[in-house]
């Protein structure tokens, strides 16, 4: 009786403690039988737990879940804050304004993307008002419109924070354009261009509708000779002539859809071939493309421009619909933390090469509202020779200057840029061209030497355009980064600390350019591929479908996207305003 008494009291501590003990029973039977029971009590102090960090993430875009995708240390407890609980593939919104594909095939609820991922990961439907940096807090309001108090409020704590907001459209300040211009950079964007695209075709339709005004209403005017401009006014042709013409016979050839740019040439970021090639098909497929005329003003009916070759005249365009697509802006709230920070007159947040908010130790951003300040080689030119003049001779030779090499070109992306430039095979090469035909193990420079060899490199010095591209791999390099935290605290992987001790804990953000495409309208599609390599034609059109297709973030967008091309080639698009 009293053997039951003792293993029922320690079952009971096993049961009310059982995180803080190890049980080992063994059961044996010895003359008549018995129980031996062994419970070794561990103190909390003992017990290996580790307090996880709370990073809070702000924004669901290209950045964000790539974040959150890469993310596998479960050290961390997550909370996502944005106002669209989804991801959205923004580079097929063109093709969502024409009906080519649907809306809900480039979009992936976000839960569906951190759902069976090891990390804790909690998501909240709200918008961020205000970054209280120096104590660690993010102000939110519910985005929810069905809510029964006004709008909730709450305050998030964080131990690091990731800002991944994208920007909004930046207007210039242009009068009438937030007030009678459409936008293309959310989904919702795009819906509304369709459903306004086939307004304008039933308003013309309409028999109490003069010709003058039928004319104005099926005017097209894009604004913006970038990437996005250029992709809608092809998809736009395409819908047009392909589909919209068998539906409305009677006014198919009052159409007219013009491309406004301020700029000189059409998409300028790409190489020239490209940009002569798609003005010339523009211009064959009857669409008009004005070069040099800037928008002033915009009116319910009229858009004002400013031709910037003839002496600045003002002309006025009639127009059904307009859609502003070109320049990115910084969000109010950005501003605000901009402020706080010390980063006024700034159109994006300034990081270093590791994505941290510069004046921060635990902010970072990424994406369209950040820009990486890359250090220039000029400003560490004294540390970098002190570092390299292990002898203290007052002097480097080339051997002392390849030591540190890799380091440099790793710490300054610019410097090996300029090597390729210029066609150098090494550092060795820079400098023998700065001391003349010399051989190069007798090649010795001062620090005035030095500066004169390195004074031309910081010009390959460039700022990364703001695409998905960019902000997809800064995502996945910053989720890598905070997956090998603890590993890298104690064994640094990063470059030299030429201004300081040790190295620095990760190697810096360096992305890699995989090419861009800008599809032009008949199954045609220009593709600048890394190598200097253009392709233009049908075949670059499928390498389209391909890519598209394939970074897709689930299998089931994947599915619907390639469903509705196909559907598209079957039936055509779908002209209905749903």
């Known amino acids: 009786m009293r053997s039951f008494t003792f293993f029922e009291r320690v079952s009971r501590a096993f049961r009310d403690h059982g995180s803080n003990f190890k049980l080992v029973l063994l059961c044996t039977t010895v003359s008549g039988g018995g129980v031996l029971a062994y419970g070794e009590a561990v103190g909390a102090s003992e ?35 944005s106002p669209r609980n989804y991801f959205a593939f923004t580079p097929l919104l063109p093709s969502v304004t024409c009906g080519t594909v649907e809306a809900r095939s480039i979009v992936e609820p976000v839960r569906n993307i951190f759902r069976k991922k090891k990390v804790d990961v909690q998501f909240s439907e709200a918008e961020c008002l205000k970054i209280d940096a120096a104590n660690r807090k993010v102000y939110c309001r519910s985005s929810i419109n069905n809510n029964l108090k006004e709008k909730d409020e709450f305050v998030v704590d964080y131990d690091y924070l990731i800002i991944a907001v994208g920007a909004n459209v930046n207007t210039f300040n242009t009068p009438g354009v937030m007030e009678n211009c459409h936008f293309l950079k959310e989904v919702e964007d795009a819906q509304k261009i369709r459903r306004t695209v086939i307004d304008c075709f039933e308003r013309a339709s309409l028999p109490s509708v003069s010709e003058e005004e039928r004319k104005r209403i099926l005017h097209f005017a894009i604004v913006g000779g970038g990437p996005t401009g250029v992709e809608f006014a092809a998809a736009l042709h395409d819908f047009v002539t392909e589909d919209l013409v068998n539906l409305y016979p009677g006014i198919k050839d009052l159409v007219k859809i013009t491309l406004l740019e301020a700029g000189d040439h059409i998409l300028s970021m790409f190489d020239k071939r490209i940009t002569a090639f798609a003005e010339d098909k523009f211009r064959r497929d009857g669409i008009d493309v004005k070069t040099g005329s800037m928008v002033v003003k915009v009116s319910d009916k009229e858009i004002s421009t400013k031709e910037m070759k003839n002496g600045g005249e003002i002309t006025s365009i009639p127009y059904g619909m307009a859609v502003w697509s070109t320049g990115i802006g910084t969000r109010p709230f950005i501003r605000d933390f901009m402020s706080q920070i010390g980063q006024t007159n700034r159109r994006a947040i300034a990081t270093d090469e590791w994505l941290r908010v510069e004046a921060t130790d635990n902010v970072y951003s990424l994406g369209d509202c950040a820009t990486i300040n890359q250090r220039k080689v000029m400003e560490d030119i004294a540390a970098i020779f002190k570092k390299a003049d292990k002898d203290n001779s007052g002097t480097l030779t080339v051997k002392e200057f390849q030591e540190v090499l890799a380091d440099i070109c790793e710490r300054y992306p610019q410097v090996e840029l300029y090597l390729k430039s210029n066609q150098m095979h090494d550092l060795a090469d820079l400098l023998k061209e700065s001391k003349g035909d010399v051989k190069k193990e007798s090649i010795e420079l001062n620090i005035e030497e030095l500066k004169t060899a390195l004074s031309k490199v910081d010009s390959q010095m460039k700022f990364l355009p703001a695409t998905a591209q960019v902000a997809s791999q800064q995502g996945t390099y910053l989720a890598k980064c905070f997956n090998r935290m603890e590993e890298c605290e104690k064994n640094p992987e990063g470059p030299i600390r030429f201004r300081g001790e040790g190295r620095h804990r990760f190697k810096p953000f360096r992305y890699k350019h995989l090419g861009q495409f800008a599809p032009l309208g008949g199954e045609q599609t220009a593709a600048q591929l890394p190598g200097d390599w253009v392709s233009i034609g049908h075949s670059s059109q499928w390498l389209w479908y391909s890519v598209y297709a394939s970074k897709q973030v689930s299998w089931r967008t994947r599915a619907l996207v390639v469903s509705d091309w196909t559907r598209r080639f079957i039936f055509g698009r779908d002209s209905s305003q749903i």
């Open 47 to 81: 017990a290996a737990v580790t307090e996880k960090k709370k990073v809070v993430v702000l924004g669901t875009g290209w950045a964000g879940t790539s974040f959150l995708k890469n993310l596998d240390n479960p050290r961390y407890e997550v909370h996502v804050v």
